[in-house]
T-cell receptor, first 112, second 113 residues
């Protein structure tokens, strides 16, 4: 049972464009939502994370938007660069819980 | 410094071999994890160590045997693996099991022949 659903599976964007990845969850007990970026042959690296008490969080060109009522959150990559080409995983967890529930992943390709 | 290191980077082994994967962190984290990741899939949790004690085993076959010699080191001993065990094995750590931010190592790419 997949607790976090992620879409799209892949996307292609032109350099300078906006990449948008969406995630939805069912478990209302989730209260921590990180995004990981993974390059081929490397481990996932924490990109940005948000908690439900905040509707938006921005770090550089990366922004998380969070909609608690809809149980959805999304990652926006502004001014996408070829170096952003990677697989992005959303995830969710509960406080005091070890387990990260990952989305299926989105492969982003940024064309120069 | 948020670095988790793993050795070796690549490993090829036969089904009758015994090998070990190593993971190290010097961030003072008290929780360490082993994950398995297949191509184009998210990481799957295998084991969780909290304060050097195994706290979670996600029904992993006994041919995988974890070990935590001290708070900075985590090993994964491999024996009699199957070809379907070929994957990227990731180590991660966090300040505590209840602290959500997990930092991943680069992984060991394992190929079982």
């Amino acid at each position: 049972q997949q607790q976090v659903k992620q879409s799209p599976q892949s996307l292609i964007v032109q350099k300078g464009g906006i990449s948008i990845i969406n995630c939805a969850y069912e478990n209302t007990a989730f209260d921590y939502f990180p995004w990981y970026q993974q390059f081929p042959g490397k481990g996932p690296a924490l990109l940005i994370a948000i908690r439900p008490d905040v509707s938006e969080k921005k770090e550089g060109r990366f922004t998380i938007s969070f909609n608690k009522s809809a149980k959805q959150f999304s990652l926006h990559i502004m001014d996408s660069q070829p170096g952003d080409s990677a697989t992005y995983f959303c995830a969710a967890s509960r406080s005091n819980d070890y387990k990260l529930s990952f989305g299926a992943g989105t492969t982003v390709t940024v064309r120069a | 410094d948020t670095e988790v290191t793993q050795t070796p980077k690549h490993l090829v082994m036969g089904m009758t071999n015994k090998k070990s994967l190593k993971c190290e962190q010097h961030m003072g984290h008290r929780a360490m994890y082993w994950y398995k990741q297949k191509a184009k899939k998210p990481p799957e949790l295998m084991f969780v160590y909290s304060y050097e004690k195994l706290s979670i085993n996600e029904s992993v076959p006994s041919r995988f045997s974890p070990e935590c010699p001290n708070s900075s080191l985590l090993n994964l001993h491999l024996h009699a693996l199957q070809p379907e065990d070929s994957a990227l094995y990731l180590c991660a750590s966090s300040q505590g099991v209840a602290i959500e931010t997990q930092y991943f190592g680069p992984g060991t790419r394992l190929l079982v022949l």
